[in-house]
């Protein structure tokens, strides 16, 4: 796989990455969950390393690497913490790469320094009560009074939200009286007119932030427009397909993690007078996983290589995210059964993994919208080629 994807310089981050999650990470990532604690003093420590703007360019202040240096990252703080790992991926694909794709010379001078250098944290708002799967159902407003916009509703299941120095949400834009689509926007947090909700209490990724917003006669200057007021919708897909890759890294890191603990696992424990390992009842979960992990990180890396040269990956994204996720999830799941009694139990980390796998099924599109992403696509391949 590494000379499929990797060059020298992904090497050196990766290990480089995998020393910090597991001499730094790792030894606090219990005690995040527990304590449904966010993790203030890894970021920070991330941001000095420079991991908070791996794919933006030099010239905003970011690493200027690529996509798939910024999925080796995410997958390897993944393998020891979903919190910490979730927290760096929605602030780099869903707080950051929306200015980077959409912002003008402008907003991308104002913005994308801070959030690079992690000095500030970005957050998405996207999701509503009635706008989860059919996100085109948005029904939070923004209407244009002067040279302002004046925006009412509300975003759930909001990462970052608690500790994001800005926001980029989308809504239904009013001109003139006039519905124009949806639009896209940058809120800066500390506007007036946001009602922070207390963070939600999940199954999972614990010590990450998520909350409910509301807005209520919040005003944000014209200029913070994200792109064209009317195709924001189109904007935020975009978006979502560079996530998706990394919630495939996520996912694969994920099941990499609880893999390996159950192998460590399996090689220690003892039952009917030998290792458990050697039980092919056993050794056979273990095979099994390795394989699907390895297939996963080949349908993720290779999504991101052709991220990178700019090709349309919608597809590929929306397979690579379908297929790490429901391995994270029939990993962790044979992880905490190998582990048997003792993987229900808190201390060992098995029943960790497997609260984290669930949601990577559910955020940035569910499994059923993947499957129908990429039906689309093989549909509309047939209908351009009838011979296929």
């Known amino acids: 796989m590494n000379e499929l994807f990797l060059d020298d310089e992904h090497i050196l981050l990766r290990d480089m990455v995998r020393d910090f999650a597991t001499n730094e990470v790792s030894p606090v990532a219990e005690e995040l969950d527990r304590e449904a604690k966010f993790p203030h003093e890894i970021i920070q420590k991330m941001s000095e390393l420079g991991l908070m703007g791996i794919p933006?360019?030099?010239?905003?202040?970011?690493?200027?690497?690529?996509?798939?240096?910024?999925?080796?990252?995410?997958?390897?703080?993944?393998?020891?913490?979903?919190?910490?790992?979730?927290?760096?991926?929605?602030?780099?694909?869903?707080?950051?790469?929306?200015?980077?794709?959409?912002?003008?010379?402008?907003?991308?001078?104002?913005?994308?320094p801070p959030l690079a250098s992690g000095e500030m944290i970005g957050a998405?708002?996207?999701?509503?009560?009635?706008?989860?799967?059919?996100?085109?159902?948005?029904?939070?407003?923004?209407e244009l009074v002067g040279d302002e916009w004046v925006i009412n509703?509300?975003?759930?299941?909001?990462?970052?939200?608690?500790?994001?120095?800005?926001?980029?949400?989308?809504?239904?834009?009013?001109?003139?009286?006039?519905?124009?689509?949806?639009?896209?926007f940058i809120v800066e947090m500390d506007t007036p007119g946001i009602n922070i909700c207390p963070p939600e209490k999940k199954m999972g990724w614990k010590g990450s932030d998520t909350r409910q917003l509301f807005f209520e006669d919040l005003k944000i200057p014209k200029k913070n427009t994200l792109g064209d007021p009317r195709?924001?919708?189109?904007?935020?897909?975009?978006?979502?397909?560079?996530?998706?890759?990394?919630?495939?890294?996520?996912?694969?890191g994920t099941a990499e993690g609880a893999y390996e603990s159950a192998l460590t696992y399996a090689r220690e424990r003892e039952a009917f007078g030998k290792k458990i390992y050697l039980h092919q009842a056993v050794g056979f979960k273990l095979v099994d996983m390795a394989t699907e992990i390895e297939a996963a990180k080949l349908l993720v890396y290779q999504a991101a290589r052709l991220y990178d040269a700019g090709k349309d990956v919608m597809k590929e994204a929306a397979m690579a995210k379908l297929f790490a996720s429901e391995v994270a999830m029939r990993t962790t799941t044979e992880a905490l059964q190998i582990f048997g009694g003792y993987g229900y139990i808190k201390d060992y980390p098995a029943e960790r993994y497997f609260r984290d796998a669930k949601v990577l099924t559910i955020g940035e599109g569910t499994s059923e919208i993947q499957r129908m992403v990429i039906l689309r696509k093989l549909i509309r391949s047939i209908q351009q080629d009838p011979s296929i």
Do not use: W
């Open 231 to 252: 195709s924001g919708f189109k904007t935020f897909l975009k978006t979502l397909t560079g996530g998706r890759i990394s919630i495939g890294a996520l996912s694969t």
């Open 56 to 112: 933006i360019p030099e010239e905003y202040g970011g690493a200027g690497m690529d996509n798939v240096a910024y999925a080796i990252a995410v997958h390897e703080l993944a393998k020891v913490c979903g919190s910490t790992a979730i927290t760096v991926a929605a602030h780099t694909s869903l707080g950051t790469i929306p200015i980077l794709l959409a912002g003008n010379d402008e907003q991308k001078k104002q913005y994308l």
């Open 153 to 184: 509703g509300g975003k759930i299941f909001t990462t970052n939200a608690g500790v994001a120095g800005v926001l980029n949400i989308t809504a239904r834009t009013i001109i003139d009286g006039e519905e124009q689509g949806i639009g896209a």
């Open 124 to 142: 998405f708002g996207l999701t509503e009560p009635n706008a989860g799967s059919d996100a085109g159902n948005t029904q939070t407003r923004a």
